[in-house]
Every structure is written in structure tokens, then in C-alpha cells.
């Protein structure tokens, strides 16, 4: 096969290999603008919803700042799509220049055979060819020639024509792509446009909160107690489910080790929580999630630190908060002034879904993932549900990010 052909299928092959990779990078982009798009219609919503409430929140200044990031993730996955599409004009366009040379000397070695077979058209030629062979082997020898001569002009018509239709594609999807880049770059207009009426939003309910700075010190103090009782509470109630462990000549307990001995329907419950971190339902089935994992300062405060054991998510009204896992209801706590807690076991494992007004559960009582446990409580900064997720080792509880837990 000559050089020209050859460069021409292996050109026509990677075009075929490199086609579901281009596509597999566009549906994961569009997958990841989806997820945000969804995001942020959830936020705008409970945005609305606390402004209907006509009183600005610690809770609403929380939300502008998760659509500001959502946002600017989406700007940034825009770019990504956008820097996409003009790197496959760009090598669209280089392909095409290629494809026409390649075609146009394919046309000219085309041509140079067509006239080698109109020299030698007639079976007389052919003939007279082959008798003036000086040996039988050479005879062999130009039949075989005059034959490959033969398959080579009709693969060569083939190849013309499947360069033709591949170049045809590739300049009808040039055009698609162009189509594409002019609306993500309007879409993306638009989203700065928003972006900056978000970033306002957040100005202005930053400068009314900060006219209520004693009534939000009283509320992190508040706050401050509530968590401190969530969190007593909750070791409280999970060691209390556990037998210590004892050493020789001493009572139960004196070793300061919890027993961490499991069933086998616990080992595999506990297996199989582990396998699904970052699989995991969220509680709810609209929300947001507003405060993470650890330690964070004030959105409003200056100097004051919060640290948060778990994370909160904000949510509409009488949201049915659901379990994140199957499992086991362990306890059913009631922390005054801040509703009520549930806490669900799975084998090393406890999660812990708290500020409900309501349980629909009660101890000993199994779950099953997305089961429902009860109902957000609605309070001064809206409905919002606090999670926490908590691992028992030999050395005690450890408190864990359940953020990352979660699916995306």
C-alpha cells in the first residue's frame, strides 16, 4: 500500500478512535453543569422562600454564598466547555485542510491509474504484455501485477469517496460546534450577569444582618450550648449501647475501651456503608448544604470561629429528613430548644440526623436507605437539618466529614 493510502486510513482510524473520547469529555462536562444548574435552582428557591419570610437570616446570607460558588463552578465548567469547543474547531479545521490534500492527491494517483488502464484497456495489451515475458515466472509475476494494479484503483475510488463523506461530516460539525460556542458563550453572559445580582444580594443582606449584631451574638451562644449538648448527648447515647471492654482484675469499663465486637450481619452492614462513601443519598431530597464540616468563621461575625461537628443542610418547610444508609435505630434524643435527634447504626458507624421536630422512628426499629426518620424543624434561620456521621474505634468515637460521604 503506498505511503499516501496508508497515512490516509491511519489519519481516518484515529479520527474513529478519537470521536468517543471527545464525546465521553463532553457528557461528563454537561453532567457537572447539570448537577450545578440543578443546585442552584434548588438554592434559588429557598432563597425565595426566605425572602417571602421578609426578615434576613444568617441562614439566607449562607445560601447567597453557596449560589455564588455554585455559580462560579458553573462559569468555570462553561470555560472548560468553551476552551473544548475551539479545540475541536481548531483540529477540526486542520483536519479538514489535511483531508482535502490527502483527497487531492488521491485524485491525481487515481488519475495517473486510469490512464495506465486506458493504455492498457484492451485484452490484446494485456496480453501481448504478459506473452512478452521472457519466463513462465514472469508471466506470474505480471498477472499478478496487473491484478493488484486492479484491487489498488478500486480501494483507491473507495478511499476517495470515504474521505469525501468524512470531510463533508467534519464541516457540518464545525458548524454545529460554532452554533454550541455562541450559545455558551451568551449562556455564560448570563450567568456573570446573575452572578454579580447574587454578589449584591449578599452585600446588602451582610450589611442588614450587621445592624443585628447583639441578637446574632445571642443566637451564636445559643447555638454554641446546643451544640455542645447535641454533642454530649450523642456519646452518651452510643457508649451507653456498648459494653466495655475488661481487663483481668478489674470491673467492667476500667480499661477505657469500647467493645467493638461485631456480628456478622454488623460486619457486612458495616462493609458495605464503607463502599458506598460518596454513594450515599442526601437526607433530604431538596437542599443545600450551608455550613460544613469543622472549623469555619463567622459568615457575619468577625473573630468568631464555629465548629461544626457535621454539616447543615438547608431545606424547604416540613422536609421529611431520610436515612443515608440501612441500618439500625439506636437512640431517639431530645435536646432542649433544638428538637430532636435520631441516631442510626451501622456497624462501626452512627449517623446522626438532628434539629427534627418530629420522629417517625423509635429504638431498635430498622431502616432502610432513604427510610423516613421525621421532619425538619423550622426555626428563626429557616429549615435546617444538621447531620453528623461518627466512626467507634478502640480508642473512642471519632467524629468524620459526612460531606464527602454523600453522592455528587
Not at 221 to 226: G, L, R, S
Not at 252 to 271: I, M, R, V
Not at 280 to 294: A, C, Q
Request: hydrophobic share 35%; net charge positive.
Amino acid at each position: 500500500m503506498k505511503p499516501l493510502l496508508v497515512r490516509t486510513c491511519v489519519g481516518l482510524l484515529l479520527l474513529l478512535i478519537t470521536l468517543p473520547l471527545q464525546a465521553q469529555g463532553r457528557k461528563d462536562l454537561e453532567k457537572k453543569r447539570a448537577s450545578l444548574d440543578k443546585q442552584i435552582k434548588t438554592t434559588t428557591a429557598l432563597i425565595e422562600q426566605a425572602k417571602k419570610e421578609q426578615r434576613v437570616t444568617q441562614e439566607q446570607l449562607q445560601l447567597l454564598e453557596s449560589q455564588i460558588q455554585a455559580r462560579e463552578q458553573l462559569i468555570h465548567t462553561m470555560n472548560s466547555e468553551l476552551h473544548r469547543v475551539e479545540q475541536r474547531i481548531t483540529e477540526d479545521v486542520d483536519l479538514v485542510a489535511s483531508l482535502e490534500n490527502d483527497l487531492v492527491r488521491l485524485k491525481e494517483e487515481y488519475g495517473r491509474m486510469l490512464l495506465f488502464a486506458y493504455r492498457n484497456r484492451s485484452a490484446y495489451d494485456r496480453m501481448s504484455y504478459l506473452f512478452a515475458s521472457t519466463s513462465f515466472q514472469q508471466a506470474y509475476k505480471r498477472s499478478r501485477y496487473l491484478a493488484q494494479i486492479a484491487e489498488q484503483r478500486t480501494r483507491q475510488a473507495a478511499l476517495i469517496s470515504e474521505t469525501r463523506a468524512t470531510i463533508d461530516q467534519r464541516l457540518s460539525d464545525l458548524q454545529a460546534q460554532r452554533t454550541e460556542k455562541s450559545q455558551l458563550v451568551n449562556q455564560q453572559q448570563a450567568e456573570r450577569q446573575r452572578l454579580n445580582k447574587d454578589r449584591n444580594g449578599q452585600q446588602s443582606a451582610l450589611s442588614g444582618l450587621k445592624k443585628e449584631e447583639g441578637r446574632l451574638r445571642e443566637t451564636q451562644k445559643k447555638q454554641e450550648n446546643q451544640r455542645r449538648d447535641l454533642d454530649a448527648a450523642i456519646r452518651k447515647a452510643i457508649e451507653a449501647e456498648l459494653k466495655p471492654k475488661t481487663s483481668a482484675g478489674n470491673k467492667p469499663g476500667a480499661s477505657g475501651k469500647l467493645d467493638l465486637t461485631l456480628t456478622p450481619e454488623a460486619k457486612e452492614l458495616n462493609a458495605d456503608f464503607e463502599k458506598n462513601k460518596g454513594k450515599l443519598p442526601w437526607p433530604v431530597e431538596k437542599g443545600v448544604i450551608t455550613s460544613r464540616f469543622g472549623k469555619q468563621p463567622h459568615p457575619v461575625l468577625p473573630g468568631i470561629v464555629i465548629e461544626n461537628n457535621g454539616i447543615d443542610i438547608t431545606t424547604e418547610k416540613n422536609a421529611t429528613v431520610r436515612a443515608l444508609f440501612r441500618g439500625e435505630v439506636s437512640s431517639v434524643i431530645v435536646i432542649p430548644g433544638a428538637g430532636k435527634a435520631v441516631i442510626l447504626s451501622h456497624g462501626v458507624y452512627r449517623t446522626v440526623y438532628s434539629n427534627l421536630r418530629e420522629v417517625s422512628v423509635e429504638k431498635g426499629q430498622k431502616a432502610e436507605t432513604k427510610a423516613g426518620l421525621g421532619t425538619v424543624l423550622a426555626g428563626d434561620n429557616g429549615s435546617v437539618v444538621h447531620v453528623e456521621l461518627w466512626k467507634i474505634t478502640a480508642d473512642g468515637l471519632v467524629k468524620v466529614d459526612p460531606g464527602p460521604w454523600l453522592f455528587r
